[in-house]
């Protein structure tokens, strides 16, 4: 089950609310995330809870912030994609005969990456 924490600044503190479990607090971003996960895990007994944290901010609007995470999580699963695409090509193109620097010209890449492309086992 997913739970969704809302945490708004009060300074010292980040007040974290977690719908249908309860309130915490933390000093920072990265605390504040962590008690709302622990929060969870205690009052629901659920041993690894996914717990999303919205940090509201005056003058921000939380959608911008989802929108900017979405945006980053696609650019590292592209990247991911590109990358086993990358290495899977400069195999076949080492298989093919081809020699580092022409794959590294090939690719576009340095000859090092070539090297390091087809060292990667994933």
Do not use: C
Not at 2 to 27: I, K, L, N
Not at 57 to 73: K, M, P, Q, W, Y
């Amino acid at each position: 089950m997913s739970y969704t924490a809302t945490a708004v600044r009060e300074d010292p503190f980040w007040v974290v609310q977690v719908d249908g479990v309860g309130t915490t607090q933390g000093r920072t971003a990265a605390e504040a995330r962590r008690m709302a996960f622990d929060l969870v895990r205690v009052m629901t007994g659920v041993d690894a809870p996914e717990v999303v944290v919205d940090f509201a901010v005056s003058g921000i609007h939380l959608g911008e912030v989802r929108d900017v995470r979405t945006t980053v999580a696609d650019a590292a699963r592209a990247q991911e994609r590109a990358a086993s695409r990358s290495r899977s090509l400069a195999r076949r193109l080492r298989e093919a005969g081809l020699t580092g620097r022409d794959i590294a010209e090939i690719l576009g890449v340095s000859p090092q990456r070539v090297s390091q492309l087809i060292a990667n086992k994933p």
